[in-house]
């Protein structure tokens, strides 16, 4: 089992930056990939970032590519969202997600275990 909370999320500018933490417990962490997903009001949940237990695949989607890293530190089993140059339609609530099979996709369903979310609000 594995328990994610994240933090990080608040009220930003267009073009300013958000870092996004999501915590894990328990031990098996740093085999599991991590994934990122974001839903904004009225909206499908959406894909953001994945990356493997290692780190070595990391993967965006592309309205984020360019302007969002992914990255992890599995000695503090936390992974990151570094957010930049942050846009009004990045508005949503943004969950981590753990996939034991380390998959690192884009399907919410190859997650196992999520977060409660973190609001990330941009404004004019």
């Known amino acids: 089992q594995v328990q994610l909370i994240e933090s990080g999320g608040g009220l930003v500018q267009a073009g300013g930056s958000l870092r996004l933490s999501c915590a894990a417990s328990?031990?098996?962490?740093?085999?599991?990939?991590m994934g990122w997903f974001r839903q904004a009001p009225g909206k499908e949940r959406e894909f953001v970032a994945a990356i493997s237990w290692s780190g070595g695949r990391r993967y965006y989607a592309d309205s984020v590519k360019g302007r969002f890293t992914i990255s992890r530190d599995n000695a503090k089993n936390t992974v990151y969202l570094q957010m930049n140059s942050l846009l009004i339609e990045d508005t949503a609530v943004y969950s981590c997600?753990?996939?034991?099979?380390?998959?690192?996709?884009?399907?919410?369903?190859?997650?196992?275990?999520w977060g409660q979310g973190t609001q990330v609000t941009v404004s004019s």
């Open positions: 328990g031990r098996t962490f740093r085999r599991y990939a």
């Open positions: 997600a753990a996939d034991p099979l380390n998959r690192v996709g884009w399907v919410s369903s190859e997650y196992d275990y």
